[in-house]
T-cell receptor, first 114, second 112 residues
Framework: NAGVMQNPRHLVRRRGQEARLRCSPM?????VYWYRQLPEEGLKFMVY????????ESGMPKERFSAEFPKEGPSILRIQQVVRGDSAAYFC????????????FGSGTQLSVL | GDSVTQMEGPVTLSEEAFLTINCTYT??????LFWYVQYPGEGLQLLLK?????DKGSNKGFEATYRKETTSFHLEKGSVQVSDSAVYFC???????????FGAGTRLTVKP
């Protein structure tokens, strides 16, 4: 049973470009969470999605950031018009139920904005 | 809102030393409490958890006890190894909530 898969592992973008981060949860998991980790800081909750629905996006910046988890395919975190401050590690986690007994994390996507 | 606060790092210990990483929480109701570990270049892995007061979570020689009276969930290990070098995160899931909230993380380095 494959774990949570995130790709790409590393993503380099220039200021103003778009970044698309993908997350495939573990098989059977319909709940997905996105977190951002800035250097030497903890994980900050961004958004919680269940298949086709955004349940809680209280941690997501109001502009430029969006997330989706379609019926088929991976969850996507999209950052439009990236700025240097968006450089961070973005982690996806999944669980089979809510509330989760625990979260299973992917290896993350390191976004670097030049 | 509900949150956790953990001791700042970094922490540097010699092999076989005793480890304590402090974590306290603020919550309404009874959250579930967790310790996660992050090795270099990897995602977080669950280390241990406790879901109610006085529960003790344990794994790989690490232990933490859910203390309601002191709102704490301190991580301990009697004898650390070089392979324990990692970043450790305290976390909680608030009662009747779905998202997990993390502390800032504590970097542990164990020297031979």
């Amino acid at each position: 049973n494959a774990g949570v898969m995130q790709n790409p592992r590393h993503l380099v973008r220039r200021r103003g470009q778009e970044a698309r981060l993908r997350c495939s949860p573990m098989k059977g998991h319909s709940h997905v969470y996105w977190y951002r980790q800035l250097p030497e800081e903890g994980l900050k909750f961004m958004v919680y999605l269940q298949k086709e629905n955004i349940i809680d996006e209280s941690g997501m910046p109001k502009e430029r950031f969006s997330a989706e988890f379609p019926k088929e395919g991976p969850s996507i975190l999209r950052i439009q018009q990236v700025v240097r401050g968006d450089s961070a590690a973005y982690f996806c986690a999944s669980s089979p139920r809510a509330p989760p007994e625990k979260l299973f994390f992917g290896s993350g996507t390191q976004l670097s904005v030049l | 809102g509900d949150s956790v606060t953990q001791m700042e790092g970094p922490v540097t210990l010699s092999e076989e030393a005793f480890l304590t990483i402090n974590c306290t929480y603020t919550a309404t109701g009874y959250p579930s409490l967790f310790w996660y570990v992050q090795y270099p270049g990897e995602g977080l892995q669950l280390l241990l958890k406790a879901t109610k007061a006085d529960d003790k979570g344990s794994n790989k020689g690490f232990e933490a006890t859910y203390r309601k009276e002191t709102t704490s969930f301190h991580l301990e290990k009697g004898s650390v190894q070089v392979s324990d070098s990692a970043v450790y995160f305290c976390a909680l899931i608030p009662y009747n909530n779905n998202d997990m909230r993390f502390g800032a993380g504590t970097r542990l380095t164990v020297k031979p």
